[in-house]
């Protein structure tokens, strides 16, 4: 939106096509309101005119690329990026090579216009290592070009001295391939002298002021500028440029570019031998015959140079003060004067340059050539010096001026003339505009056999005496009547008194203005002789860049033909150069410049005027108002709309021109922005081309998508037929397989059946010929002979006899499994038997008394388990032996039991005192150890029952019966330390005499009945019991505490 309305904004239109009314005024007008917004590119329909703004604007961002990158020419804000960018996207789509011709005065942003159409294609064009590589060589070639090409004139600081065209190939994608650079006529003549206030080449300046000392000592130079004579003797630094930094991005660039060390350095060397030469003094001196010769005046300068180049110093003093000249067969040695000297001195420096710089762009050349087949679309930038008017204009000036008359006619031809013409060709109805057409001037300057430069070539050919004079006055001879031709002659013929007219030069009304050359110098320049003993010399040196650079100073390769004149190369390279441009499709980018003073935003209004006029912009915009912005054949047009209209897409069967109508009359555009040629149709306006377009986007879209669609449904519709085929063979497949085993199960199993029946068949058959039990018998038989072997087994691998041992080999049949546990149980029973069978009777009876222990207290009393390990000694006393035991050994005679001793627990106090104790079959006494005499003699029949604790200790309570003897006496409470085996044999005994056992209570609590009363034994579990039995507390008259652990 804001650039529409920008382009239709009544005060400052983008378009200058629709300003509206057309006056010169009204165009300047709206420049100047635009420049004063900022807005320094205007249109005239697709023409960029471009105003420089000394000043840098912030409309060259990543953003504003990528705002123009694909835009549409006529939908966004005027800007060098949209032409940038129709001229590539024109190139990648379209498949046209295209042109940018930048055109304008110097200094009015030429060289600027031209980096920027390079980065911003650099920009838009893929990405990629090799591509990035590719990019940035081109890039940077501008910085390398730039130092050894470009200089400060009045008019620039960064004027271009030479005229750099460059085609950039891309291939099919739009990715740049390489390049050729083409270089036109360098200003050499600025090497050996420039004016006050001009600099020489800037690489000059950048090597003494960057390169470090050790270059400078390598390079034999002096850092001070103001050494060197060819530097005017001056510093000259530039306000806001670096030359230091300059230089260092120059030898960056070259390193970008490809260039060796060894090669920079050789280069390096060759221009310090320029700037050198310039301070070659030459005096006069006198020969023996008397003529004066020049000589070296001071030879250290020449000295070095020949150091830098590998020459003797004699070989070139000798060619630059003296010359061969042949003579007929004779060689003979000429002295030259001094002026001649320091014409062959600066002829060699001016040459040595010129020369070295087209190496340099041969060199950059190889390094972005494109490499052969790869080519495809070319997109050629022309950046050439602009027209220049000087107070002083010499050979230079004409040649440079000569070239933008040329290309001021490309721009006539191609956007007037041939636009007109092609108008009238195809028929269609057109008003002529007039327009100033400058072949007239060109046809002055380069006709082959009357022009200025034919002249001027015949002049240099004349033997004789040359000199301008003879060249000015055939010139005026016959341009006399030429209106373009003006001299001092011519006017006096015309009677016409002009004083800014000089009497050595001419006048040419050149397209941009009258411009006045000073004939002196044209004819040397043109020559452009270098005296051969030089070019010889300078072959001799053994310096390889150096000596490359004179090929014809091979002594070998003498050629008597003279070279050709400066003026018929350059010549001939516009003419190649044009040539060039003709087969492309052109875009215009026309330069301005706003003031005289490098000024930011200031707008001189005639200066501006004079440009306007000269570059015919006002016709520009007349013509392109008149006309129609866009034609093209009907083929090619069809071919591209054709998919906008049903009846023409996909196929149109009729004649091109038909198709191109009956799609145009169904898309209802406007009559008057269309005109049918005999060849052509004729779009008026850019906005109908711009919409035409944007449907044509549109349909293709639309196309793509149904192509997809298309494809998509065909290729799922393939994949689901293979699909279902697959599905069917593999469901064939699987089912026959089924099917396969089915039968095979089927066939089993009849088989099986099959063979039941015919068994069955057969048994049924057979069966009265065997007895109806054999079966019986068989298997009875059978079963005997296995219980035979596994009995026989058995017998022969029985386990050990030991009764510890409970092995027992397994059935080997299941039905013997009962048999063979019973056999088990019988084996171990007898084994036991046997065992016991071979015992002593006191062994018997130990085990039966640990038996009958283990039937009592099993599981019952803590202190079972620790008695296992005791043997029961019956006798612990030792009564036989002991004599003092003699009484009660008579007691007990042959009826002991058991003897041992106890602690009688006192019923009073609950304190225990030791008592002998003896268990005989009938009685248990109890005795005085001391005194060894029984004190208590208890029937065995008294005892009513025992009470035990249920813990570890030796404590028992003894019951007596009521009725007893010593019944009155109550319940005895004893300790022992075999208390199992007394209780054991108490109850062995009792047994034995009464045929029934002790009743045994094992309990924590139980009453006991002594004399004074019953008391209430409690059994309590306390670490405080003493590890050598119970201790028994008595708690009132009718409780006892027994504390055990
Ligand atoms: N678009 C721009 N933005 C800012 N400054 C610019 C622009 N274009 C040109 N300039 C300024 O103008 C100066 C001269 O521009 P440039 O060197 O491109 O002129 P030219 O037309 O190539 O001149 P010549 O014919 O002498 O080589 C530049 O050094 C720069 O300072
Ligand atoms: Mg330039």
Not at 311 to 317: I, R, T, Y
Not at 615 to 626: D, F, H, K, S
């Amino acid at each position: 939106m804001e650039a529409s309305t920008s382009l239709l904004d009544a005060a400052a239109v983008g378009d200058l096509v629709l300003l509206d009314p057309l006056t010169e005024e009204s165009l300047l007008r709206t420049l100047q309101e635009r420049f004063r917004r900022g807005d320094i590119y205007t249109y005239i329909g697709n023409v960029v005119i471009s105003v420089n703004p000394y000043r840098s604007l912030p409309i060259y961002t990543p953003e504003k690329v990528q705002e123009y990158h694909s835009c549409n020419f006529f939908a966004v804000k005027p800007h060098i990026y949209a032409i940038a960018d129709d001229a590539y996207r024109s190139l990648r789509d379209r498949d046209r090579d295209q042109c940018i011709l930048i055109t304008g005065e110097s200094g009015a942003g030429k060289t600027e216009a031209s980096k920027l159409v390079m980065s911003y294609v650099a920009a838009v064009c893929s990405k990629g290592e090799e591509v990035d590589k590719v990019k940035e060589q081109l890039l940077q070639s501008n910085p390398v070009l730039e130092a050894f090409g470009n200089a400060k004139t009045v008019r620039n600081d960064n004027s271009s001295r030479f005229g750099k065209y460059m085609d950039v190939a891309f291939d099919f994608k739009g990715e740049p391939l390489g390049g050729v650079i083409s270089n036109y006529l360098l200003e050499k003549s600025r090497i050996v002298q420039h004016v006050k206030g001009e600099r020489n080449f800037h690489i000059f300046y950048q090597l003494l002021a960057g390169g470090s000392a050790q270059l400078l000592q390598q390079l034999k130079l002096q850092q001070d500028g103001r050494h060197y004579g060819y530097l005017n003797r001056e510093t000259s630094a530039l306000p806001g440029v670096d030359d230091a930094a300059n230089f260092r991005a120059m030898q960056d660039a070259m390193r970008v570019i490809g260039f060796s060390p060894a090669e920079v350095t050789a280069l390096l060397e060759v221009t310090a031998v320029v700037l050198k030469l310039g301070n070659v003094e030459l005096s006069s001196s006198y020969q023996a015959s008397g003529m004066e010769a020049c000589s070296i005046a001071e030879p250290r300068e020449l000295q070095e140079i020949c150091e830098l180049i590998g020459l003797d110093p004699g070989v070139l003093e000798q060619a630059l003060c003296t010359r061969t000249v042949k003579a007929r067969d004779e060689t003979v040695l000429t002295t030259l004067s001094v002026p001649q000297g320091y014409y062959g001195r600066d002829a060699l420096a001016k040459n040595i340059y010129s020369r070295l710089f087209d190496w340099l762009v041969n060199r950059i050349n190889t390094s972005i050539q494109v490499k052969p087949g790869k080519q495809r679309k070319v997109m050629g930038v022309l950046d050439i010096y602009g027209f220049e008017i000087f107070q002083d204009n010499g050979f230079e000036q004409f040649i440079i001026n000569y070239c933008n008359e040329k290309l001021q006619q490309i721009f006539i031809l191609m956007t007037l003339k041939e636009e007109q013409e092609e108008y009238v060709r195809e028929g269609i109805r057109w008003t002529p505009v007039e327009f100033f057409d400058n072949s007239i001037i060109c046809d002055l300057i380069e006709n082959g056999k009357r022009g200025i430069l034919a002249m001027l070539d015949e002049e240099c050919l004349r033997p004789g005496v040359v000199n301008e004079d003879t060249f000015l006055a055939k010139l005026n001879q016959l341009f006399a009547a030429h209106k373009h031709y003006e001299s001092k002659e011519t006017q006096n013929a015309r009677r016409i008194t002009d004083a800014s007219l000089p009497p050595q030069c001419f006048r040419i009304h050149h397209y941009a203005g009258k411009v006045t050359y000073n004939v002196t110098g044209f004819v040397e320049k043109n020559n452009d002789l270098l005296f051969r003993d030089l070019s010889q010399a300078m072959w001799a040196a053994r310096h390889a860049l150096l000596r490359s650079l004179f090929p014809e100073g091979d002594p070998q390769k003498v050629s008597l033909k003279l070279p050709p004149t400066a003026g018929s190369q350059f010549k001939a390279s516009v003419a190649t150069l044009m040539k060039n441009l003709y087969s492309k499709n052109p875009n215009y980018i026309r330069c301005i410049k706003p003031n005289e003073t490098k000024a930011a935003m200031l707008f001189t209004p005639e200066l501006v005027l004079g440009q306007v006029r000269y570059l015919g912009l006002m016709e520009n915009v007349r013509v392109r108002r008149a006309g129609y912005a866009f034609r093209q054949l009907y083929g090619p047009f069809l071919e591209r709309y054709k998919m906008l209209s049903a009846q023409t897409w996909p196929r149109w069967a009729g004649g091109d021109r038909e198709g191109v109508e009956v799609l145009l009359a169904e898309l209802a555009l406007p009559p008057e922005e269309l005109a049918f040629g005999h060849t052509k149709i004729f779009i008026r306006s850019p906005r109908t081309l711009f919409d035409l377009e944007r449907q044509r986007q549109e349909r293709v879209a639309q196309l793509a998508t149904l192509i997809q669609k298309m494809f998509r449904g065909w290729r799922c519709r393939t994949q689901y037929q293979l699909l279902r085929k697959s599905q069917i063979l593999i469901s064939a497949w699987f089912r026959g397989h089924v099917q396969k085993n089915k039968y095979k199960q089927m066939r089993r199993s009849a088989l099986i059946v099959q063979a039941y029946v015919r068994g069955w068949k057969v048994r049924r058959a057979y069966r009265r010929y065997f007895r109806s039990e054999a079966s019986a018998r068989l298997a009875n038989f059978i079963y005997r002979r296995l219980v035979q072997k596994f009995l026989v087994g058995l017998g022969r691998n029985l386990p050990p006899l030991s009764v510890m041992d409970r092995t027992w080999p397994p059935a080997p049949y299941e039905f013997l499994a009962d048999a063979n546990q019973e056999l088990r149980s019988i084996f171990y029973r007898w084994k036991c038997k046997k065992y016991r069978e071979q015992l002593t009777p006191q062994r018997r009876a130990l085990l039966q008394a640990k038996l009958c222990a283990s039937e009592l207290f099993k599981d019952k009393k803590t202190l079972y388990p620790k008695s296992l390990q005791q043997p029961f000694q019956g006798e612990y006393l030792g009564l036989t032996q002991n004599p003092k035991y003699q009484k009660l050994h008579a007691v007990a005679k042959d009826k002991l039991v058991m003897a041992d001793t106890v602690r009688k627990v006192n019923r009073a106090s609950g304190k225990t005192v030791p008592r002998l104790l003896l268990l005989t079959t009938e009685h248990l006494v109890l005795a005085d150890p001391k005194a060894a005499q029984p004190k208590t003699v208890l029937s065995l029949g008294d005892i009513r029952s025992v009470s035990v604790t249920r813990f570890s200790d030796g404590f028992l309570a003894l019951h007596l019966k009521e009725t007893s003897t010593v019944g009155a006496k109550g319940d005895f409470l004893l300790v022992s330390d075999h208390l199992i085996e007394l209780v054991t044999r108490l109850h062995q005994t009792l047994v034995e005499a009464t045929a029934q056992g002790l009743p045994l209570r094992i309990a924590d609590q139980f009453s006991t009945r002594f004399p004074k009363g019953d008391v209430a034994v409690t059994v309590v579990e306390s670490p405080q019991a003493g590890s050598d039995g119970p201790v028994c507390k008595k708690r009132g008259s009718h409780k006892l505490e027994v504390r055990v652990h």
